[in-house]
């Protein structure tokens, strides 16, 4: 792993937002959203990878969050591997 960390051309400096907690309250959804998706765009630049916004969704909405879910764990999958983490 740190050998390919050791490859990457760009610095990254992941936000540390808290996004293990979860409430189903809107407002914290909203926030949860948010800060995820601060995370991944760090993560993104330094993987030199692009992604949707993760932050634009309805968890409320079964096929979005379907959708969102799928989307979701190929990034992670993506990203480990770019990152060499296994
Ligand atoms: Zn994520």
Redesign the pocket.
Same mark, same amino acid.
């Given at each position: 792993m740190a050998q390919k960390a050791a490859q990457l051309l760009k610095p990254v400096i992941v936000p540390n937002f808290d996004?293990l907690s979860w409430r189903d309250e809107p407002e914290f959804v909203t926030a949860w959203l948010n800060n &995820?998706e601060a995370?991944?765009v760090q993560l993104r630049v330094g993987a030199n990878l692009t992604g949707i916004d993760?932050s634009l969704v309805n968890f409320a909405d079964d096929e979005q969050f379907s959708e969102w879910m799928d989307d &979701?764990a190929q990034? &992670?999958l993506d990203l480990r591997r770019i990152y060499g983490i296994t």
């Open positions: 996004v &995820h995370i991944h993760l &979701h990034e &992670h």
